[in-house]
């Protein structure tokens, strides 16, 4: 009884359970912190190829971010409190760069549509808060975004139901919408219809644009059985040129469109974190006519705020069109380059099964035949690491089916750094 109470936590089972983590968390997170350290023994410095980070388009951002403070420099405007949900002009800012990039359609977006937050991932956890109980299953397609394990499940304490999605001849991901219904259907015949369908257009970890005919037979399909359709976009302006498939927002084939009920059902996010190459502003956003929605984001606004010296700063670089204009078409070409070098490279070292990606940061491909089961997949995931100093992520983290896969991503670091690292990781 004694040894029991000595180490009796003073945490709550809450508390307790937020150390939980998936299995992925440690190894990565390790690698986060020791990445470009050299080791013990002075060799090779780790190369961090898991996190998904754009610095290609550095160069640009940090020259515009100078000229912005240069102009207006910190004053005592954002010394005060502010709109948590976010200030008018970054909000007004958020919609202009929706009506002029992401909406074809004659229904534009507003200010009052936009709600923001410190980040896509906890705007995605407040958002499915409020559509969706303790318990309740997120349709999810699967491969898929290895840390919506903990947007959704750490705190709202959902759960995930995986959709696979098929690898196409042409080596494109796709959806079966038969396996939809059907995973749906095994939700409902628990007794827990699912509230939420989370996809990611352009998809991670395989960067494969789906069609504006799979996203509108999607959003259809859910408004009609009112599920909440929430479509993270957050990759949506870094399409590659030689994509031969275009991006439609989810938007376009909704509320665009004035499809009946989508008004209430469908939720789009966005950030800075990826397209714009800031994942340290944390600056994410959703776009819903939700009204009910919105009110509630608002009334919780107060926990995920970001501060309003950031959101100025924000609000000043969407608010340069020149600026973005030149930014988005630059950061096409230097991805669109960056990820033909890297393929190029894993194709010359024999590596043949590649998804065939469209737009965002990541090449997905098979790495080994040999792999037939989770463990020997981690096990060559850490060999990696600790070898050959690189760090991917392999298929089992993205609750892929398929063995052997690993995703990197291309645009963490200069051009021939990822090529060094790259040729390391399949010598």
Not at 9 to 25: A, D, I, K, V
Not at 251 to 269: F, Q, W
Not at 280 to 308: D, H, T, W
């Amino acid at each position: 009884f004694f040894f029991q109470f000595f180490f009796m936590s003073t945490l709550s089972t809450r508390g307790l359970s937020f150390q939980e983590n998936p299995e992925w968390f440690l190894p990565l997170i390790t690698c986060i912190n020791n990445a470009g350290k050299e080791d013990a023994e002075g060799g090779e410095k780790l190369v961090n190829l898991g996190v998904a980070s754009n610095v290609l388009c550095h160069d640009l951002m940090e020259e515009k971010i100078k000229e912005i403070r240069a102009k207006t420099p910190i004053d005592t405007s954002s010394f005060g409190y502010f709109q948590f949900e976010g200030i008018e002009p970054l909000r007004s800012a958020l919609s202009n760069l929706f009506n002029k990039y992401l909406v074809t359609t004659s229904t534009p977006t507003d200010p009052c549509d936009f709600a923001v937050a410190n980040g896509v991932g906890p705007m995605l956890e407040v958002v499915v808060s409020c559509l969706a109980n303790a318990g309740d299953y997120i349709l999810v397609p699967a491969p898929m975004y290895h840390a919506f394990s903990i947007d959704l499940c750490k705190r709202v304490s959902c759960v995930i139901k995986p959709i696979p999605l098929q690898l196409s001849e042409d080596k494109k991901m796709v959806f079966d919408m038969d396996v939809v219904k059907a995973a749906f259907d095994e939700c409902v015949a628990e007794g827990k219809k699912p509230p939420v369908f989370l996809n990611v257009n352009p998809h991670n970890p395989s960067g494969v644009i789906f069609t504006a005919g799979e996203v509108q037979q999607l959003v259809e399909w859910c408004v009609e059985n009112e599920i909440h359709f929430v479509s993270d976009e957050i990759y949506a302006l870094s399409i590659f040129d030689s994509s031969s498939t275009e991006f439609v927002s989810a938007y376009n084939v909704s509320v665009g469109a004035d499809m009946e009920g989508s008004d209430k059902y469908v939720h789009i996010l966005w950030g800075f974190s990826k397209d714009l190459g800031l994942n340290g502003m944390r600056i994410g956003s959703v776009c819903s006519k939700n009204k009910e929605l919105m009110s509630s984001l608002q009334a919780v606004a107060y926990f995920f705020g970001v501060p309003a010296d950031v959101q100025q700063l924000g609000a000043a670089i969407l608010s340069d069109e020149d600026f973005m204009d030149n930014l988005i078409v630059e950061n096409k070409q230097r991805i669109t380059a960056a990820y033909s070098s890297v393929v190029e490279v894993l194709r010359e070292h024999g590596v043949e099964e590649i998804v065939e990606s469209d737009a965002g940061m990541f090449v997905y491909f098979k790495l080994s035949d040999t792999v037939s089961t989770k463990e020997e997949e981690k096990e060559l995931w850490l060999q990696l690491a600790n070898e050959r100093k690189v760090m991917v992520l392999p298929s089992f983290v993205f609750g892929d089916s398929r063995l052997g896969w690993f995703r990197l991503c291309f645009t963490a670091y200069d051009l021939e750094t990822t090529l060094n690292a790259v040729k390391r990781l399949v010598d």
